[in-house]
């Protein structure tokens, strides 16, 4: 996955806000599981 968006997404901008909107969408699925 990593790989991919630097293959796809050069630049700075894309390649820091792409793996923080990641780990927002996994953290807003993981509360909605239940969190903990």
Request: aromatic content about 8%; hydrophobic content about 40%.
């Amino acid at each position: 996955m990593v790989a991919y968006y630097h293959q796809e997404c050069h630049t700075p901008e894309i390649l820091t806000i792409e793996p923080l909107l990641n780990v927002l969408k996994l953290t807003i699925e993981w509360v909605k599981n239940g969190g903990e």
